[in-house]
């Protein structure tokens, strides 16, 4: 009997240590997913269609062109070889997209404040992190939605610095208690740099705002040279209003932040149905031609500026006219987007990861992994609104952000896809458990050596048996995220450094604590 207690403490202090072991904070050589990983084994267009798809944008933009355009816009794109129609429409002859394409810039880097979060854009690799204007906040413990404020845009960047599998932060709400649209873009920036050091993503309401904007900036950057180097904000910009339409004050507001050194999101948001062909290969085609025009565009006014191409044509449910971010079909547009950035050779980013439920439930969970997981394979590398969005882009939820952690972190582990080499086939593993083993692989040496490193473990995810579940007391998930919500929250660490924070509140009116 004594020796069978010692067995059972000998196996409860080793189950003991490699818990805690599985708490701690894990090297990067040793973590099983990371930022950056490479994506692109699922191809949902075959290098066929993925050419069809480009031959027939080039041909809509030969042809039917975009209308709209600034004075200025026209200008620089007419100096590089677009023609501007009776109609007033720009045209672009294949030869002027080439030309674009051939200076557009690739292996891009987009810095954070903090170097470990830079993300590297180059092939297949891929980040998720945040995005939208939600103009509501989910409030899951009244069931019911209020309005979002510039607090909590706030916390939702502080949320997102301590997330290991949300890779970025572009603004997923608008601040709706600042009434004033210039004070708003300029809380906007300083909430999400003071929550996280992670790369922000910002739009602004006005062309006018730049420059005030980018003051702030600047005064958070530690002067104009020090922000040029590191541009740790880009440009969120809606340039066209599909369908093959300019967006007038968007071009000029990204003319400002080119000039500005501020990396762009191209971004080109046709419904299908709606704003955009029906169909999933015609939405696709509309969008690659608009942000072609836009390549076209930034590439006239400074060759090489760093842009993402933003391919976010978005599903429509054509029985109500509601959008349907949470559907398959939304799922397939994003992957078909990832296969035309990879045949350009660009950066790029979709939409992945929204959901159409109310609230964070099992519709939100399906809908969710969904086109995140399929983002992920198709190695798209920038999966916009990935992490808390509900009710098709109307309500951010700050429990469904903290849950997206374990979610994304599922869909990185299918990312990361499966190793075959001599020693993953096991053969070795197999002789050693069946040929006078113990005949399980439960505790081998091998075994608890790959645990951390091949596999990923949920933070609130629940893996218990029933009968654990009720000896814990049955732990609620929504109930353990509004928790670690809390826990996050609680620590009230800023981001900027306390004297710069000082100076920062003293010139500008900000709106959160």
Known sequence: MVEVQERKSRRGGGRAARVAARAAALPDEVRPIRPGMEGGTLKVLSDAQVRQIHEAALEALATIGLADAPQSGIELMVGVGAVLGEDGRLRFPRAVVEEALSKAARNLTLPARDPQHDLELFGRKVHFGTAGAAVNVVDVANNSYRHSTSQDLYEAARITQALDNVHFFQRPMVCRDIADNLEMDLNTIYGAVAGTTKHIGTSFSDPSHVAPCMELIHMLAGGEEAWRARPFISNSNCFVVPPMKFATESCETMEHCIRAGMPILLLSAGMAGATAPSTIAGAVVQSVAECLAGVVYVNALAPGHPAIFGTWPFGLDLRTGAMC???????????????????????????GGASDAKMPDMQAGWEQMCSNV???????????????????????????????????????????GIEVNEETLALDQMAEVCLGGPGHYLGTDKTLA??????????LGNRMSPKEWEEARKPDLMANATARKEAILAQGASQVDPDLDRAVRERYRIYFT
Do not use: K, T
Request: proline letters at 2%.
């Open 325 to 351: 971010l949470g559907s398959g079909e939304q799922a397939l547009l994003s992957s078909a987007c990832a296969q035309m950035h990879q045949f350009y050779g660009l950066p790029g980013g979709a939409a």
């Open 374 to 416: 399929m983002a992920g394979l198709s190695g798209l590398n920038m999966v916009y609104e990935a992490a808390g969005m509900h009710a098709s882009l109307l309500g951010f939820c700050l429990e469904s952000l903290v849950l997206s952690d374990d979610l994304i972190g599922q869909a990185m582990r299918c990312v990361r």
């Open 450 to 459: 790959l645990m951390q490193s091949d596999f990923v473990y949920p933070s």
